[in-house]
């Protein structure tokens, strides 16, 4: 079965530290991978896209990673904001058969003054 | 508006009634999905449309559920003899063909009394 999950849960960090959050799939065969993020109450809003071949990827203070050999991917926020504070999901895609997406239940990020 | 426009924003019924919630895509995206995402956890894939037609309608949890795209743009998921369980946040999202990026309206919170 098609599984996403992300780690850790939920997290609190200080404004202008940095933070990792984690995600490892076990969809196949892999297409691609998103992070998004949701503000509360919003919907979500794509910040990276990386296929099989692409290592790594930044959009501003955003870097992800992938390493498709041991299906993990990650997502590195530098000096957080307190804009930063909202959910991140991990979306994957599979190249098989249908456009159904497998989304992880997210990480909870929490920035603090 | 340029981006995917879901209404009504908010919606409280009571058990046993009937709803429909309306989907406007981003003009030209013929990839139209539905997402169902409760308190805390990620997006619950619903149905996929390829145009006018339901590609994967797998997610439905029953037959109360009920989509439909009719001339390939604007979609409406259409719940009957709604129960306490069904309240959530329905999500809509528009796929762009050439990028394969997800586009997703705020979503349209549904309560049930």
């Known amino acids: 079965k098609n599984q996403v999950e992300q780690s850790p849960q939920s997290l609190i960090i200080l404004e202008g530290k940095n933070c990792t959050l984690q995600c490892n799939y076990t969809v196949s065969p892999f297409s691609n991978l998103r992070w998004y993020k949701q503000d509360t109450g919003r919907g979500p809003v794509s910040l990276t896209i990386m296929t099989f071949s692409e290592n790594t990827k930044s959009n501003g203070r955003y870097t992800a990673t992938l390493d498709a050999d041991t299906k993990q991917s990650s997502l590195h926020i530098t000096a957080s904001q307190l804009s930063d504070s909202a959910s991140y999901i991990c979306v994957v895609r599979s190249n098989f058969g249908n456009e159904k997406l497998t989304f992880g239940t997210g990480t909870r990020l929490t920035i603090i003054p | 508006g340029a981006g995917v426009s879901q209404t009504p924003s908010n919606k409280v019924t009571e058990k046993g009634k009937y709803v429909e919630l309306r989907c406007d895509p981003i003009?030209?995206?013929?990839?139209l999905y539905w997402y169902r995402q409760s308190l805390g956890q990620g997006p619950e894939f619903l149905i996929y449309?390829?145009?006018?037609?339901?590609?994967?309608d797998s997610g439905l949890p029953n037959d109360r559920f009920f989509a439909v795209r009719p001339e390939g743009s604007v979609s409406t998921l259409k719940i009957q003899r709604t129960e306490r369980g069904d309240s959530a946040v329905y999500l809509c999202?528009?796929?762009?063909?050439?990028?394969?990026?997800?586009?997703f309206g705020e979503g349209s919170r549904l309560t049930v009394l």
């Open positions: 003009s030209g995206h013929t990839a």
């Open positions: 999202a528009s796929r762009d063909g050439n990028t394969g990026e997800l586009f």
């Open positions: 449309f390829q145009g006018t037609g339901a590609a994967d």
